[in-house]
């Protein structure tokens, strides 16, 4: 397990509900933001799975608004199978090597296996490390994304109830439009101040607010558009600053 020197690290870690939830989007554009009000902050998404080009996409995006040089050694792997111990380690030194505000996007839902324990003779054995485990390490308060869709609801609280079984403290949860649309069913059942009523009664969580889909941004052309704006116009940052010790 990696050893953290008490202090020598502060940070915050996105976790997602799912794949492809806006993760991404939510901490580019936050630690863009933060970046224009001066504060020494970097986002990096140390563990990638799937194919490198892909992978090279969404890092250059991040780099691109966060000014996070993008050629720190990252960990790529088809799938959780193939990360080992060294792997892990190696993420984890990503993520706390720098002293300063780092921001932490970790792959796919917060209770999916990152590596996977081995037997004897090399096979998978039945335990396996999460994504809320590697969060749990860094010792950063948690962000907890969710597609902003009609499932949001459910699909928050369940991840919730997850993350904190670990330990972790959830600054809020965020929900990211990551299609034209998508909020369509949610948003005719509940207004922003029901959904933030729902998530605190059941796991004491604020509902931080949303980040609306936009035609100009794309994490896989690389183009920022006005990810910024919207994440200021759609999110609520004081939880965020208080859970953090930033000033926002």
Same mark, same amino acid.
């Given at each position: 397990?990696?050893?953290?020197?008490? *202090?020598?690290?502060?940070?915050?870690?996105?976790?997602?509900?799912?794949?492809?939830? *806006?993760?991404?989007?939510?901490?580019?554009?936050?630690? *863009?933001?933060?970046?224009?009000?001066?504060?020494?902050?970097?986002?990096?998404?140390?563990?990638? !799975?799937?194919?490198?080009?892909?992978? &090279?996409?969404?890092?250059? !995006?991040?780099?691109?608004?966060?000014?996070? @040089?993008?050629? !720190?050694?990252?960990?790529?792997?088809?799938?959780?199978?193939?990360?080992?111990?060294?792997?892990?380690?190696?993420?984890?030194?990503?993520?706390?090597?720098?002293?300063?505000?780092?921001?932490?996007?970790? @792959?796919?839902?917060?209770?999916?296996?990152?590596?996977?324990?081995?037997?004897?003779? *090399?096979?998978? =054995?039945?335990?396996?490390?999460?994504?809320?485990?590697?969060?749990?390490?860094?010792? !950063?308060?948690?962000?907890?994304?969710?597609?902003?869709?009609?499932?949001?609801?459910?699909?928050?609280?369940?991840?919730?109830?997850?993350?904190?079984?670990?330990?972790?403290?959830?600054?809020?949860?965020?929900?990211?439009?990551?299609?034209?649309?998508?909020?369509?069913?949610?948003?005719?059942?509940?207004?922003?101040?029901?959904?933030?009523?729902?998530?605190?009664?059941?796991?004491?969580?604020?509902?931080?607010?949303?980040?609306?889909?936009? @035609?100009?941004?794309?994490?896989?052309?690389?183009?920022?558009? &006005?990810?910024?704006?919207?994440?200021?116009?759609?999110?609520?940052?004081? @939880?965020?600053?208080? =859970?953090?010790?930033?000033?926002?």
């Amino acid at each position: 397990m990696h050893t953290r020197v008490p *202090g020598a690290h502060s940070g915050l870690t996105v976790l997602g509900t799912e794949r492809g939830c *806006g993760k991404t989007v939510l901490m580019t554009g936050l630690v *863009g933001l933060m970046r224009q009000q001066h504060l020494a902050v970097r986002a990096v998404k140390p563990i990638a !799975f799937g194919p490198r080009d892909r992978c &090279n996409s969404e890092n250059n !995006f991040i780099s691109s608004v966060t000014a996070t @040089p993008a050629n !720190f050694p990252h960990v790529f792997a088809a799938s959780a199978r193939h990360l080992n111990p060294g792997n892990w380690s190696q993420a984890l030194s990503v993520s706390l090597h720098e002293s300063g505000f780092t921001a932490v996007e970790l @792959p796919e839902s917060c209770a999916s296996p990152l590596m996977f324990e081995r037997t004897e003779v *090399g096979t998978i =054995a039945h335990k396996w490390r999460d994504c809320s485990d590697f969060a749990l390490e860094l010792g !950063f308060a948690v962000v907890l994304v969710a597609r902003h869709n009609e499932f949001a609801l459910e699909k928050i609280i369940m991840a919730v109830e997850h993350i904190q079984r670990k330990g972790l403290t959830v600054a809020g949860a965020i929900t990211c439009e990551t299609k034209m649309g998508e909020g369509r069913d949610l948003e005719a059942t509940y207004q922003r101040n029901d959904l933030d009523r729902l998530i605190r009664s059941a796991v004491g969580v604020p509902y931080l607010g949303c980040v609306k889909f936009s @035609p100009s941004i794309s994490v896989v052309r690389v183009n920022q558009g &006005n990810l910024i704006r919207l994440v200021n116009e759609g999110v609520t940052l004081a @939880p965020i600053s208080q =859970a953090t010790g930033l000033t926002l």
